[in-house]
């Protein structure tokens, strides 16, 4: 099935000449740069392609379920009309979510820990429900198996976003430990992650993302992954220190992640 499906679509890629395309089983996106704003016309001729090809492989769009994302500062949202067709048009969003991802226009990943806010509190609940009926040990599985990933996935990319929201998720990871433990809600973060084998949510990240960086530097990572990373060279402090940088956008300079 699926993988029937992503090898009937795998040539997709020979239609796309001003973007890249990224497949995951029935789902896909197409990365642009340096798109005008006015026009929007390397999308368009991109677009109108990707539908060729895809009527050339009795396939069609689903225009309603295709929209776009640009990542600026601009606070209006736009259209994109389709070959001169009224009812053919794609809109643009604050924020899409990708495999589990939300992405919003900013990068500020404010809605991606929103939703992971919901769905914590959630299971939270019936944690807290059942925590009488089950002993310490099965609470500290139900923690480990259907909270910890939960704030563990895609956290080296969510961890940019502001302290505030990463306090929140603090929090909450917090309460999840001392509701499993079944202490007071004032005993210290120490105690209770000791308790757990947890480390702090700040520090659980830090790992998480040097041992992304090991695997880059060490290339055992896929290829499009290590090159989106160059070293610093010259003699700068950085350069003597080996640090990598990922190069910015020349078309978004006052972009401020």
């Not at 740069?33 to 895809?54: G, H, Q, V």
């Not at 492989?57 to 067709?85: E, G, M, Q």
């Not at 990708?98 to 900013?106: A, I, P, R």
């Not at 809600?185 to 998480?208: A, D, S």
């Amino acid at each position: 099935g699926p993988l029937l499906f992503s090898i009937f679509i795998n040539d997709i890629a020979n239609a796309s000449h001003l973007s890249k395309p990224y497949l995951f089983a029935d789902d896909g996106a197409l990365y642009f740069e340096n798109i005008c704003r006015m026009t929007y016309l390397s999308i368009r001729i991109e677009l109108l392609n990707i539908m060729k090809w895809l009527d050339l492989n009795k396939l069609a769009i689903n225009i309603k379920k295709t929209n776009f994302i640009v990542f600026d500062n601009n606070d209006y949202l736009d259209r994109i009309y389709l070959d001169h067709n009224e009812h053919a048009f794609i809109d643009e969003r604050r924020s899409v979510k990708y495999l589990g991802l939300v992405l919003d226009n900013k990068l500020s990943f404010n809605d991606h820990i929103d939703m992971i806010k919901k769905k914590i509190a959630k299971r939270i609940g019936a944690m807290y429900r059942c925590k009488s009926l089950l002993p310490l040990k099965y609470r500290k599985m139900f923690a480990n198996a259907l909270m910890l990933p939960i704030f563990d996935y895609l956290d080296i990319v969510y961890f940019k976003a502001s302290k505030t929201k990463l306090n929140e998720l603090d929090t909450l990871y917090k309460k999840v430990a001392k509701i499993a433990l079944d202490v007071s809600t004032k005993e210290t973060r120490i105690v209770v992650y000791r308790e757990m084998g947890w480390l702090p949510l700040h520090l659980r990240r830090q790992v998480h993302l040097s041992a992304y960086l090991y695997r880059i530097i060490n290339n055992l990572s896929p290829t499009n992954f290590i090159e989106k990373f160059n070293y610093i060279t010259g003699t700068s402090r950085g350069s003597s220190k080996g640090n990598l940088y990922i190069p910015r956008s020349n078309t978004l300079k006052d972009f401020p992640y």
